[in-house]
């Protein structure tokens, strides 16, 4: 079992910048990939970034490339998404995810946290 705790959100505006950040603990040794999601209201769950918890690759999706930063701390088992230059469109639930298995790095998570709410005024 893992167990994913997330924190950061809040409000902010147009341009302004957040750090979320996700506490992992239980069997975080196992892990494989580290992601991030979001779901607005009346939307599915996106994919938003991944990092593989050993190796450190990352992978994001288009609309945050170059925007959205994901980075992890082994010592500390905490996950990192600094988001940069945001817009009213990333406002959301972000939720932190493990997952044990290599593979895609978007799909089939097997924990999640309780989620954050960041909200983008314009």
């Known amino acids: 079992q893992v167990q994913l705790v997330e924190s950061g959100g809040g409000l902010v505006q147009t341009g302004e910048s957040l750090r979320l950040s996700c506490d992992a603990s239980g069997r975080t040794f196992s892990s494989y990939y580290m992601g991030w999601f979001r779901q607005a209201p009346g939307k599915e769950r996106q994919f938003v970034a991944a990092i593989v918890w050993s190796g450190g690759s990352t992978y994001y999706t288009d609309s945050v490339k170059g925007r959205f930063f994901i980075s992890r701390d082994n010592a500390k088992n905490t996950v990192y998404l600094l988001m940069t230059s945001l817009k009213p469109e990333d406002t959301a639930v972000y939720y932190c995810?493990?997952?044990?298995?290599?593979?895609?790095?978007?799909?089939?998570?097997?924990?999640w946290g309780q989620g954050t709410q960041v909200t983008v005024s314009s």
């Open positions: 995810a493990c997952k044990q298995r290599g593979g895609s790095y978007y799909l089939s998570y097997d924990y």
